[in-house]
């Protein structure tokens, strides 16, 4: 049983995982929050069903598409909601205003043309069911745990091995000095965008296949507990987010399984109190002090 | 001589590096001391240390014989040590003579009712505070510029501001970083003339500065820095004699 | 006399602008809140419970607001070592906290939400609310706390050199915001009549935000202007019906690009 929670754990808090570094990864180069990163997430989604639905690739092709998809959106929300506000100076409250705009607009745009309701996510591959002693899980979790890991791994890779991963950590560190190095500074942003974003689309993606319906308003509580996630984990780190995805996955399904399920987010959100009590920078420390 | 200040064994480690090793002082009570030494002798961080600003890594600070090490540094305002800053940290948004009132927060504590009392208009500690805060302005040579705005005025003028900000706190322990930074001559005289009214009204003053030949003038007691340590204490005219000075500071910088 | 529709789009307008102004104050003191719509819960739930038991609208209402100032300081106080976004995403999980808490508390009719809540409030009450916080704003900034906050803002480490007490001024700029939001809380619960968790959940507060942000940070009628754009502007758009949003969130993005600090400047004498 406890093992069985453990991987059901395991399996939603990779997801929480993804769109938290995606958050990281654009706080760490522009120290700004992203408001629309939920509608990112819920893009990828729906465009992983249609993917689905339409051309019947499974779900490899689904979430290759819903990862471009979601990658083409955060990008085109950095040139439209982001980049013009940078170059007008530098609020910091602003970009949450034209985020809170443009996920406003996602929305909708979405709930014209896919209905405000749920939409089943159909998926051959929960229906699936493999028993490894302990735990039973279906084809679609071997398939998140999978793509959940090898993303992690590819990004790892990323961020260490290629030049724009490199160029995007300089960056995070120092802004000013990342533009002093000859680095295009704007480029490095778009590509973190679009890295952040794909994550986002991968995890929207994986959602579906775990839970078997999207929402146009699925992104809005995927944006509050990535934000959340990104805090445990601490601001601009990776692996921070990482962890502390899968801790907060692991809460709320053992909170549902050994607590009171009506009551899961407040475990959630009182884990990251909790955690910004004991270590106000969050689990991995990443010395970015957050000065408005 | 009472020590009005005791420094005993302060060291203070950033990471790998040790910007101050087990330095001790005393500062006797109202001197002018001047603490001089080379950029990143660690000057600033032992003003940072004994304004609370920064904990110790090892040693304790203590004023008029109590330990106060680890005290937050309203606290520390409150038990009678102010400061400036060697950036001047000035409030944006509040005008010159407001900026000097802030001086007054750690002093007074209305209470409750106090606060109604203000709140409403009603408050004489507001006026009081007030006048205290021009009378202050009037007193480091800046009468007359109580309602502009910080940004408004030289360079200068905002070192005097803060100096007239830390003097409404009532500190019998006025700490100085570089407050001569920027002065033509005739400012300096100025500057000079000040930290010495300053001491007539009773106060002890701690100095860091770079300008000798202020230093010279108005100091009775100097403490050398170098890389962390003290090197030196003593009269200006034996630290002007001392060959370890000469050589770690005066030489290698003139 | 304004016509019953008016009359009750000018009062969640006053409601609104209480909100922008509970944001305001600790904003003040760079402490930017993304959960006041929590504090507006507590206040609409308490309040709107002691009318039922039938306690006077107006003492209902201070107790309410008692009871939010109350929460301000408990949710302030993990707010005190952290700063920025920090403080901005733990009072979003703070206003999560108590949004699942209600819809949990059967006491308060849990996920069926409260109703049967008289009608109590009227627009002049409203505005005589709006009023006295903007008073209570416009003296802040003259007196002691004011200028405590001011400098906390500008750059908390020299603040506590200059003798402020961070804690004390924190959490009281915090409470006091939250004491606003339980009042329109209050004002809500009793305009409205139906009351359930969801009302009050994470896109109430960022809404909260967007008046004071799109008004303007620097200048505290910046709110009223923010709050009358972000509750009209909806209203006057039911022209495009089906894309009212888009229209809205468009200009949202708009507004943001062309005036990142927002649609009112900084009164002249404090300008920067």
């Known amino acids: 049983m406890l093992a069985q929670q453990l991987a059901n754990g395991v399996m939603l808090g990779s997801t929480y995982a993804l769109v938290a570094i995606g958050?990281?990864?654009?706080?760490?180069?522009?120290?700004?929050?992203?408001?629309?990163?939920?509608?990112?997430?819920?893009?990828?989604?729906?465009?992983?069903?249609?993917?689905?639905?339409?051309?019947?690739?499974?779900?490899l092709a689904a979430l290759i598409v819903g990862l471009i998809a979601s990658a083409v959106i955060g990008m085109l929300l950095e040139l439209v909601a982001f980049r013009p506000i940078r170059k007008r100076g530098n609020s910091h409250l602003a970009p949450i205003v034209s985020t809170i705009g443009a996920g406003l607009v996602l929305q909708e745009v979405m709930t014209k043309t896919f209905g405000a309701e749920q939409t089943p996510f159909p998926s051959a591959l929960s229906r699936v069911i493999y028993n490894l002693g302990i735990i039973s899980v279906t084809g679609s979790q071997i398939f998140i745990l999978s793509v959940a890991i090898v993303t992690m791994i590819a990004l790892h890779l990323f961020v260490t091995r290629t030049r724009y991963g490199i160029a995007m950590r300089a960056t995070s560190e120092n802004l000013q000095v990342a533009a002093i190095l000859g680095i295009n500074v704007n480029t490095v942003i778009l590509?973190?965008?679009?890295?952040?974003?794909?994550?986002?689309?991968?995890?929207?993606?994986?959602?579906?296949?775990?839970?078997?319906?999207?929402?146009?308003?699925?992104?809005?509580?995927?944006?509050?507990?990535?934000?959340?996630?990104?805090?445990?984990?601490?601001?601009?780190?990776?692996?921070?987010?990482?962890?502390?995805?899968?801790?907060?996955?692991?809460?709320?399904?053992?909170?549902?399984?050994?607590?009171?399920?009506?009551?899961?987010?407040?475990?959630?959100?009182?884990?990251?109190?909790?955690?910004?009590?004991?270590?106000?920078?969050?689990?991995?420390?990443?010395?970015?002090?957050?000065?408005? | 001589m009472t020590a009005l200040l005791h420094v005993d064994g302060v060291s203070r480690r950033f990471g790998g590096y040790l910007a101050l090793n087990n330095a001790s002082c005393e500062i006797g009570e109202g001197d002018i001391h001047a603490l001089i030494g080379p950029n990143g002798a660690g000057k600033t961080t032992l003003f940072n240390v004994v304004s609370g600003l920064l904990r110790p890594t090892v040693g304790k600070v203590s004023f008029k014989g109590r330990d106060y090490t680890g005290l937050k540094p309203d606290r520390v305002l409150t038990m009678g040590i102010a400061r400036n800053f060697q950036q001047v940290r000035l409030v944006r948004g509040l005008s010159v003579v407001e900026n000097v009132m802030i001086g007054a927060h750690a002093r007074i504590n209305r209470g409750i009712l106090g606060n109604a009392a203000e709140f409403f208009g009603f408050s004489i500690a507001e006026k009081a505070a007030r006048e205290k805060a021009r009378a202050m302005l009037d007193f480091v040579g800046m009468a007359g510029k109580s309602d502009l705005q910080p940004d408004e005025l030289t360079l200068v003028d905002q070192r005097r501001l803060e100096i007239a900000r830390a003097l409404t706190s009532e500190p019998q322990l006025l700490l100085l970083d570089e407050p001569a930074a920027g002065m033509n001559p005739t400012e300096l005289l100025e500057l000079s003339a000040l930290i010495k009214r300053i001491r007539k009204q009773g106060l002890t003053v701690l100095l860091v500065e770079h300008h000798m030949r202020l230093v010279m003038s108005i100091a009775d007691f100097i403490t050398v820095l170098s890389a962390g340590s003290i090197i030196a204490a003593g009269t200006p005219a034996v630290i002007q004699r001392d060959p370890a000075v000469i050589s770690a500071y005066l030489g290698a910088r003139e | 006399m304004l016509s019953s529709y008016w009359d009750s789009v000018a009062v969640f307008l006053g409601i609104n602008i209480l909100m922008g102004v509970s944001l305001y104050i600790p904003m003040t003191a760079g402490l930017i809140s993304l959960g006041q719509g929590g504090f507006m819960a507590i206040g609409a739930y308490v309040c709107a419970i002691l009318t039922k038991s039938d306690v006077p609208f107006f003492l209902a209402l201070v107790a309410g607001g008692c009871a939010a100032g109350i929460a301000g300081l408990v949710a302030g106080a993990p707010a005190l070592r952290i700063r920025g976004i920090y403080v901005m995403i733990l009072t979003l999980g703070f206003g999560e906290i108590v949004r699942v808490f209600f819809l949990n508390f059967e006491s308060t009719g849990g996920a069926s939400g409260l109703g049967g809540i008289r009608p109590l409030t009227e627009l002049w009450q409203v505005i005589v609310a709006c009023v006295i916080a903007y008073l209570m704003v416009w003296r802040i900034r003259h007196v002691r706390l004011g200028r405590a906050m001011v400098a906390i803002h500008e750059d908390d480490l020299a603040a506590e050199a200059m003798g402020i007490n961070l804690t004390r001024t924190k959490l009281l700029s915090f409470s006091l915001g939250a004491i606003v939001a339980g009042l329109a809380g209050g004002f809500y619960a009793h305009q409205a009549l139906f009351i359930d968790a969801n009302q009050f959940d994470f896109s109430r507060s960022a809404i909260t935000f967007l008046y004071v942000v799109l008004g303007g940070v620097s200048n505290p009628l910046g709110a009223i202007v923010g709050a009358a754009i972000v509750t009209l502007l909806p209203e006057f758009l039911r022209v495009v019906q089906d894309w009212r949003m888009t229209v809205f969130g468009t200009m949202l993005v708009l507004i943001a690009v062309w005036r990142p600090d927002g649609l009112l400047r900084a009164p002249s004498l404090h300008k920067s």
């Open chain 1, 23 to 59: 958050y990281t990864l654009i706080f760490g180069v522009l120290r700004l929050l992203h408001l629309a990163h939920g509608e990112v997430f819920m893009v990828g989604a729906f465009a992983g069903l249609q993917a689905l639905l339409w051309w019947q690739f499974g779900p």
């Open chain 1, 191 to 292: 590509v973190t965008f679009g890295v952040a974003s794909a994550l986002g689309g991968i995890a929207g993606v994986l959602v579906g296949l775990n839970f078997n319906a999207i929402s146009p308003f699925m992104g809005v509580e995927m944006g509050i507990k990535g934000m959340a996630v990104m805090l445990i984990g601490g601001l601009g780190s990776i692996y921070g987010a990482m962890i502390g995805g899968l801790l907060l996955g692991i809460v709320e399904v053992m909170s549902v399984a050994y607590l009171v399920s009506s009551l899961r987010d407040a475990f959630a959100f009182g884990l990251m109190i909790l955690i910004l009590i004991l270590r106000p920078r969050g689990l991995f420390q990443t010395g970015i002090r957050t000065e408005r």
